[in-house]
């Protein structure tokens, strides 16, 4: 019989009824090291004083107006958003996926109105992940995620991962934009090398196809700056944000330039619930904190002491890790065991870590772990390694 909650999850066996800082807690009491933060999600760790008091405040006065009346709470994280990055404006949803389909709708409509409505191409890349809605899935191409249900939504086309060759054939004169995550979350904790991004948006510029990042995982400070593109010096057209712009509760954006955007006129989108004022009193909290460069000093701080760690845990246990990757706080372990099994490993050590493809264990921590907790999180790695490598028997 079919369980109440859809069953499209494969969940462990695990239960949690409190959060503190990067630490959860199960309905038996039994505590937990969180290394993945909700995927990326929780930004500034369960229960953040900041993000409470943001969203209690804000639940006291007025939880949800239309988008048919001005939202002071959105208006001001928009600014935030576009003081602090290339964008001149910003569309609020609800979560990545929809910051994909607007992301998508927003190139097609550029050159629609441009008065090219054949350039609807939009190539993307191998491993690459957008979200799970039609379009979403169309444009990550994954048979994994399409199989049976086609007919899937023409005009993409998935590109080997960092082929510069590929994606210099591929750019035609039907090409909208091309879509790329700077580092790839689900695919592995793979990073696009800056060589390549300035390449590609080279190639954007030769060929006016606008260039639309997917920042959803590795962006809000995640990669040691607001966000990641900046390490390579070059920006974007348009850029898909969520996850940790909420902290935990339900956001994303989409950022553009005033040309890319300039399409999406009145009428031409829209999200009910996008850029309500709960939403937005959160996000303007995590924004503040985030876009510190304190704050982002410390994450780079925290991922070179983490990553000094790992690399550690690499030499010693050969036979389980096989190197090290990534950025800021967006880090993989690509494993010689099985990932899941790794998974399994680090549950028994009361740590929560996130397997991703290409056989990598993802480590996604609170942007403000403790160094305390990182080392205690190294420790526990250590254990759940030496667990697996143990003869069976
Ligand atoms: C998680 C993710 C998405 C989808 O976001 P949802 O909020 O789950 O819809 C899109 N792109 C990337 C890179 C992601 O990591």
Known sequence: MISPVLPTYNRAPLSFVKGEGSWLTTESGERYLDLGAGIAVNALGHANPALVAALTEQAGQLWHVSNLYQIPQQQKL????VENTFADTVFFTNSGTEAAELAIKMARKYWYDKGQPERIEILTF??????RST??????????????????????????????DALRAALTDKTAAVMVEPIQGEGGIRVL??????????????????MILDEVQCGMGRSGRLFAHEWSGVTPDIMMVAKGIGGGFPLGAVLATENAASGMVAGTHGSTYGGNPLGCAVGVAVMSAVSD?????????????FRQGLEGLVASHPQVFEAVRGAGLILGLKCVVPNTDVVKAAYGQNLLTVPAADNVLRLLPALNIEDADIAEALARLDRAAASLSQPAG
């Not at 191998?126 to 979200?131: D, K, P, R, S």
């Not at 460069?293 to 002491?305: D, G, H, Q, Y």
Request: charged letters at 20%.
């Open 78 to 81: 928009a600014e935030l958003l």
């Open 126 to 131: 191998g491993g690459a992940f957008h979200g």
């Open 135 to 164: 379009g979403a899935i169309a444009a990550a191409g994954s048979e994994k995620m399409t199989k049976g249900f086609g007919p899937l939504m023409p005009g993409f086309k998935t590109l080997p991962f960092g082929d510069h």
């Open 193 to 210: 090398p800056d060589a390549c991004l300035k390449g590609l948006r080279d190639l954007c510029d030769q060929t006016g196809a606008l």
């Open 293 to 305: 460069p304190a704050f982002l000093a410390e994450v780079n701080r925290k991922s070179a002491l």
